[in-house]
Nanobody, 115 residues
């Protein structure tokens, strides 16, 4: 049963922007902190941004000032607005609850930033 579906990735030049979306089932979204994670080739998956049910946000240092995480409770959707993208942001991006649960990993969405 698919419960988290990511979309919005693509190929973009350095300095460009993308907005990722993650639609979650209501049972997952309503009471949980949500996070965006990414995994680059040959690297471990890392948390890049999170947002609590109350709207408190946290960001990994390398994305502070460039990425913004938002949640829309009416749509059970969490967004990741990514600006000033860099080649090192290239990765597969996933959403999950925070802290994550293995059962909730989806297919992710590929983000590729060209230099």
């Amino acid at each position: 049963q698919v419960q988290l579906v990511e979309s919005g990735g693509g190929l973009v030049q350095a300095g460009g922007s993308l907005r990722l979306s993650c639609v979650a089932s209501a049972s997952i979204f309503r009471f949980n902190a949500m996070g965006w994670y990414r995994q680059a080739p040959g690297k471990q998956r890392e948390l890049v941004a999170s947002i609590t049910s109350g709207g408190t946000t946290n960001y990994e240092d390398s994305v502070k000032g460039r990425f913004t995480i938002l949640r829309d409770s009416a749509k059970n959707t969490v967004y990741l607005q990514m600006n000033s993208l860099k080649p090192e942001d290239t990765a597969v991006y996933y959403c999950n609850v925070q802290p994550f649960l293995h059962a909730y990993w989806g297919q992710g969405t590929q983000v590729t930033v060209s230099s």
